[in-house]
């Protein structure tokens, strides 16, 4: 059950689970609040790795730094995401992902078009890439094509914009 859906629409699913296990002879559906520590489990569970070589990963409060002192701050999600909600003062290079969510992914079948404009700045000021999170492998990849590209500075900020939000810093959107 999604962790947004409403107490009410909940607790219907809850009752609805339950008597439908009774009907087919199953043990009872419940709800375990003590289960708080395994909701990602049943996410998309493709995380990325914790490391990237090459490239330093940073937490929120970090990125909030290096953004201040004038880093950019690349957001790799797509256009409807970063226009409902983006951490303020990023850019947008939403690309299409075709490739696998793993480390040995193949970038061309990728399309990094959108990093392009990247490289009209310069590739020395420092770069932090972000995505949706762990879960999320748009930020990694765009790190490692960066890496490769010749960016000198390359940051990820693995837990991205729900790091950012859970850290309450400022954030733009609809």
Not at 42 to 71: H, M, N, Y
Not at 102 to 113: G, K, M, S
């Amino acid at each position: 059950v999604r962790k947004g859906l409403a107490p009410d629409a909940r607790a219907r699913l809850v009752q609805w689970f339950s008597a439908a296990s009774a009907s087919a002879r199953l043990a009872p559906a419940t709800e375990r609040p003590e289960a708080v520590q395994y909701q990602r489990l049943a996410e998309l569970g493709l995380f990325t790795p914790a490391q990237l070589p090459g490239v330093q990963r940073i937490g929120a409060q970090e990125a909030q730094k290096l953004l201040a002192s004038g880093a950019l701050l690349v957001d790799t999600r797509t256009d409807k995401e970063f226009k409902a909600k983006h951490i303020r003062g990023a850019v947008l290079a939403a690309y299409i992902e075709k490739s696998l969510k793993d480390v040995a992914f193949d970038p061309a079948q990728d399309d990094f078009r959108a990093l392009g404009k990247l490289t009209a700045v310069s590739k020395s000021p420092p770069v932090i890439f972000a995505c949706n999170g762990a879960e999320c492998w748009k930020s990694y990849k765009a790190a490692k094509v960066a890496i490769r590209e010749g960016f000198k500075s390359v940051y990820w900020l693995r837990g991205g914009l729900p790091e950012w939000d859970e850290a309450g810093l400022p954030t733009a959107g609809s």
